[in-house]
């Protein structure tokens, strides 16, 4: 079975800088487009970000400009850059293919306060 493991989460204050990383099991990175959604506590779960396999971005509004999504196909590693940080994205993030068929990781919690 497949499995997503997602890390870097963690505390950082507004303004701050994290860089999330997704590891999955098999070749699923190299041959799926991938995205990182988050979600918060009574809320749908919510699109943050696509990387095809050719490697085209698409980038929620919400987030566009602050953050980032890459892949490692080597690797097999989706990465999320999020600069700019706002408590507005205090959320778990999660990393799935896009559309989401794959079973949810456990994700990783992003909390942004001061």
């Known amino acids: 079975q497949v499995q997503l493991v997602e890390s870097g989460g963690g505390l950082v204050q507004p303004g701050g800088s994290l860089r999330l990383s997704c590891a999955a099991s098999?070749?699923?990175?190299?041959?799926?487009?991938m995205a990182w959604y988050r979600q918060t506590p009574g809320k749908q779960r919510e699109l943050v970000a696509t990387?095809?396999?050719?490697?085209?971005?698409n980038i929620a509004d919400s987030v566009k400009g602050r953050f980032t999504i890459s892949r490692d196909n080597a690797k097999n590693t989706v990465t999320l850059q999020m600069n700019s940080l706002n408590p507005e994205d205090t959320a778990v993030y999660y990393c799935?293919?896009?559309?989401?068929?794959?079973?949810w990781g456990q994700g990783t919690q992003v909390t942004v306060s001061s």
């Open positions: 098999g070749s699923i990175v190299s041959n799926y487009a």
């Open positions: 799935n293919k896009y559309p989401p068929y794959l079973p």
């Open positions: 990387i095809t396999i050719r490697g085209y971005t």
